[in-house]
């Protein structure tokens, strides 16, 4: 059973194309990760499932509810936590929680046990009473997802919601995704971290200049950029144009230098093999090399292989 699922959509805020054709689609009780850099249409199309906004062209229905016919009852099905944390600065955390919960139409009864819950879920049961102006910029940001699962919705969507945690705040959230999903949740999840895509995702739909440029699991993503990545960093920077050569003979493409670094580094597509071929190669013109390291491909190398740019580089988007 499909729980999201988006057909065509299309937005364009004046001269800039948002969304250009956006089909996606999410299983029920599976998590969806929608990658892709600043300004691809990641939060556009979070904003069309979620009723906030409404799409030039194409369809899109959240837990069967049409987004355009019955706004109302996609409302009533899912949760958002957005990427920047919602919370009111003059109510405690436990107020805000249970604000939400008697807009849901909780019982006051219901509502606090809920609200109590969920702040002893996310580590806030400390600050509980206090004014939520006075907490950090990660416990805002454990506030708001709370806030968003406060009526146990059958759809969650969490736009970058790892933004600014600390380690062990990302793991908590990784972890309290992990327990909606075995219940049931269904989790469309935008991101710019394939990291968390890894753990997280069934699937994951790459987004880029409003169009979905790739779709699969992590792993079958990665393999679309081509096998691993060798890193070797010379002892001796005179001797970094022949570690270069020597990538370049054994790696499937044009190795790249950093030559403040003394490293080189290029894509192999068999990646002990490689290895031991460089260092072999190396030690036979005596070059020694300070480090070696062999990747898999990260979320840059994905959208380098992708759409030709990294990650970094934004684009601008209303």
Not at 37 to 53: C, D, S
Not at 127 to 141: E, F, N, Q, T, V
Not at 252 to 265: D, S, T
Not at 277 to 285: I, N
């Amino acid at each position: 059973m499909t729980a999201v699922r988006a057909e065509a959509l299309a937005k364009t805020f004046g001269a800039n194309r948002a969304l250009d054709g956006v089909d996606l689609e999410i299983p029920t009780g599976q998590v969806l990760g929608l990658l892709g850099p600043n300004g691809a249409g990641k939060t556009t199309v979070v904003r069309i499932l979620t009723t906030l906004l409404k799409p030039d062209s194409g369809r899109a229905f959240v837990a069967g509810h049409d987004v355009l016919a019955d706004p109302q009852a996609v409302r009533r099905s899912i949760g958002l936590s957005g990427q920047y944390a919602a919370v009111d600065e003059n109510l405690t955390g436990y107020e805000n929680l249970y604000m939400v919960g008697r807009l849901y139409g909780m019982t006051r009864a219901d509502a606090s046990a809920r609200a109590r819950r969920l702040l002893d879920r996310f580590r806030l049961q400390d600050a509980a009473d206090r004014p939520s102006k006075g907490y950090s910029g990660g416990m805002r940001r454990r506030l708001d997802l709370a806030g968003a699962l406060v009526a146990a919705p059958a759809v969650v969507v969490l736009d970058e919601p790892t933004t600014g945690l600390d380690p062990r705040g990302r793991m908590d959230t990784w972890q309290v995704i992990g327990e909606l999903v075995a219940d049931g949740t269904t989790v469309l999840l935008t991101t710019q971290y394939l990291e968390e895509a890894d753990q997280l995702a069934d699937g994951i739909a790459v987004i880029d200049r409003g169009r979905v440029i790739a779709s699969g699991t992590a792993d079958e993503l990665k393999s679309q950029v081509g096998g691993e990545r060798l890193e070797l960093v010379a002892q001796d920077a005179a001797d970094l144009p022949v570690v270069a050569r020597v990538l370049g003979e054994v790696g499937a493409g044009e190795p790249e230098v950093e030559e403040n670094l003394r490293k080189a580094f290029v894509a192999v597509d068999s990646g002990p093999k490689s290895l031991i071929e460089a260092l072999r190669r190396l030690d036979a013109e005596d070059v020694a090399v300070h480090d070696v390291a062999l990747h898999r491909p990260t979320l840059d190398d994905v959208f380098l292989g992708l759409t030709g740019r990294r990650t970094e580089e934004q684009e601008g988007q209303p």
